[in-house]
Nanobody, 123 residues
């Protein structure tokens, strides 16, 4: 069992930066690939980024690739999402998720989910 807790969301202006954190409790954090997803009001949950167990494989949604960076610190059981040059369309609840073995944008491959953290970007 893995429990995920996100933090770092907030209200910012367009062009600002935020760093989201997701800390896991439980066993074998370094056995899980980690992902970030987001859900905007009235929309389905959407993939943002994912990172493999060791961090050697990383994938991004095309629209965030030049602005967001995913990273992880296995010694701290934490995955991060650095978000730069935020835009109003980045407004959403951001969720982290853990997948046993799969570094993927497929949400169905993820086994555990956090409760989410709200990011609001004003224009």
């Amino acid at each position: 069992q893995v429990t995920l807790v996100e933090s770092g969301g907030g209200l910012v202006q367009a062009g600002d930066s935020l760093r989201l954190s997701c800390t896991a409790s439980g066993r074998d954090f370094d056995g899980y690939a980690m992902g970030w997803f987001r859900q905007a009001p009235g929309k389905v949950r959407d993939f943002v980024a994912a990172i493999s167990l060791s961090g050697d494989k990383i994938i991004y949604k095309d629209s965030v690739k030049a602005r967001f960076t995913i990273s992880r610190d296995n010694s701290r059981n934490t995955v991060y999402l650095q978000m730069n040059n935020l835009k109003p369309e980045d407004t959403a609840i951001y969720f982290c998720a853990a997948s046993w073995q799969f570094t993927t944008q497929d949400s169905q491959k993820y086994d555990y989910w956090g409760q989410g953290t709200q990011v609001t970007v004003s224009s």
